[in-house]
């Protein structure tokens, strides 16, 4: 019934930036964490970005801290992922997902539902 549909991605050189959006149909969005998952070619899928219910708490990754922005618009139904100064090994299928409020942020198995993807390629 929750379904997620991720956007933005595509090609950027080194440093450069993009913004990608997940809107949320079929549920209610101001009741779910809202994170953002990646998974490269060959390797698993990493945490990269959450943020709370309420929005008043964000999480990242080590390797995104200071790049990476995660936001919400409640009255949008929709979460974003703001990417700036981009490297090469940001090149990933990024998800986003949802969650139940109160289960854990940072972990793919406390997430609900799942967006397709979106393909974000970094160039050299």
């Known amino acids: 019934q929750v379904q997620l549909v991720e956007s933005g991605g595509g090609l950027v050189q080194a440093g450069g930036s993009l913004r990608l959006s997940c809107a949320a149909s079929g549920g209610t969005f101001s009741s779910y964490g809202m994170g953002w998952f990646r998974q490269a070619p060959g390797k698993e899928r990493e945490f990269v970005a959450a943020?709370?219910?309420?929005?008043?708490?964000?999480y990242y990754t080590d390797s995104v801290k200071g790049r990476f922005t995660i936001s919400r618009d409640n009255a949008k139904n929709t979460v974003y992922l703001q990417m700036n100064s981009l490297k090469p090994e940001d090149t990933a299928v990024y998800y986003c997902a949802a969650q139940f409020g109160g289960r854990r942020l940072g972990h793919a198995g406390d997430y609900a539902y799942w967006g397709q993807g979106t393909q974000v390629t970094v160039s050299s």
């Open positions: 943020i709370s219910v309420s929005g008043g708490n964000t």
